[in-house]
Every structure is written in C-alpha cells, then in structure tokens.
C-alpha cells in the first residue's frame, strides 16, 4: 500500500528565514511524485511534478528536490503571502491511477 | 476555461437523506478523481475513474456510489447521508503525458451532516 509521511505538521517562520518541509514516501514504484499549495477554504493549486531521484524543480521562492525515499520543499527567504499548507501525494508506475496524498504541513510566515 | 467545476458549493443534510455532488472538467482529461478532506487526516481517495465507463473504489468508499456519466462528468452520491461523512469533498482531474502530469482540483463542496 502505497504510504506518505510529511513533516513537520506545522512550522512558523519569521519571514526571510528559509527552511524545508519534508516528504517521506512509500510506493511500489513511483511515477510520479506531486507538490500542492493550499489555501484555506480554496482547493489544492499544483506546484510541482517529480519524476525520477535527482531531479529537481524551482518556482520562485519554491524548490522541490526528490530521492529514492523522500522529496523536500525547500522555501528561500519566505514572505507572508507563502503561508499555506503544503501537500505532497504521490502516483505509482503505470496499471494504478491512484494518487495517495500525505497530511500536509501548514506553514505560517510572520512578518 | 473553467477547469474542474463542482457543485454545490455548500450543502446540509439531515442524517439519512440523499444527494448527489456534481463535477465536470473541461480540459478533455481522462482520469478524475473524488477525495474527501478532513482535519488530520489528509486527501483521502473516494473513487477514481481512469477512463469513461469505468469506476473504481479509492480508500474510503463505503456509502458512496459514482457515474462517470461521460468523459466530462464525474457524479459522487450519497445514499443514506451519515454524520461521519461530514467533510470537505474534493474532485480532481489528471492531465497525464510523459513527464507533464498534472491534477487539477475544484473549489470543494463543504457538506454537513446532522
């Protein structure tokens, strides 16, 4: 059964101070792993799509980084409007078109 | 360009009551998905339909059925409404190609069991 574990559940930074939000994963072969943003009341926004270990993507402040067991998000120098919580799922290899997400990490940036 | 569409966006029933949440999609994407959200728990899959007419049980299926009514729409209902079915519903669709996969969520429908 395809597993996935995110941590820490909260993290309050003040803003300007980067840190990393981990996502450990378990999946009977990965095709793909999933990055999304979250706002309150709103639906899942896509970030990011990783495929293989060692690839990595950026999108402004954001950087997602994948390995064989896990993927981090990496948050450079965060303003307040990063606030959210993040989720990471994932997807395995062709034959399954489940996606399995993990609890998300909600992150608060103080001005 | 709409994207995922979901109705209603709010609804209360009382316990035993039926009813039926509505999602379209407009992208022409084959696969979506029905999640439910609840505090602590996560996204956890309902049902999922890979293509037109097909349907299949997610984690937590019981006491919901689907119609993949056509490739644009994806019907989530609720039989007999049960208090532990209070939740956020979330429908999604799956834009799949060779490294550009992307799910694609609704605004969610926020429904209330008494």
């Known amino acids: 059964e395809d597993q996935v574990t995110q941590s820490p559940e909260a993290l309050r930074l003040q803003e300007g101070e980067s840190s990393s939000l981990n996502c450990s994963y378990t999946v009977s072969g990965l095709r793909g792993l999933f990055w999304y943003r979250q706002d309150p009341g709103k639906g899942p926004e896509f970030l990011f799509t990783?495929?293989?270990a060692g690839e990595e993507k950026e999108k402004e402040r954001l950087k997602a980084t994948l390995t064989k067991k896990e993927s981090f998000l990496h948050i450079t120098a965060p303003k307040p409007e990063d606030s959210a919580t993040y989720l990471c799922?994932?997807?395995?290899?062709?034959?399954?078109?489940?996606?399995?997400f993990g609890t998300g990490t909600r992150l608060t940036i103080i001005p | 360009n709409a994207g995922v569409t979901q109705t209603p966006k709010f609804q209360v029933l009382k316990t035993g009551q039926s009813m039926t949440l509505q999602c379209a999609q407009d992208m022409n994407h084959n696969s979506m998905y029905w999640y439910r959200q609840d505090p602590g728990m996560g996204l956890r899959l309902i049902y999922y339909?890979?293509?037109?007419?097909?349907?299949d049980k997610g984690e937590v299926p019981n006491g919901y059925n689907v119609s993949r009514l056509n490739k644009r729409e994806f019907s989530l209902r609720l039989e007999s409404a049960a208090p532990s079915q209070t939740s956020v519903y979330f429908c999604a669709s799956i834009k799949a190609g060779f490294s550009s996969e992307k799910l694609f969520f609704g605004s969610g429908t926020q429904l209330s069991v008494l």
């Open positions: 990783l495929y293989s």
């Open positions: 799922a994932v997807r395995a290899n062709f034959g399954n078109e489940k996606l399995t």
């Open positions: 339909s890979a293509s037109e007419g097909t349907t």
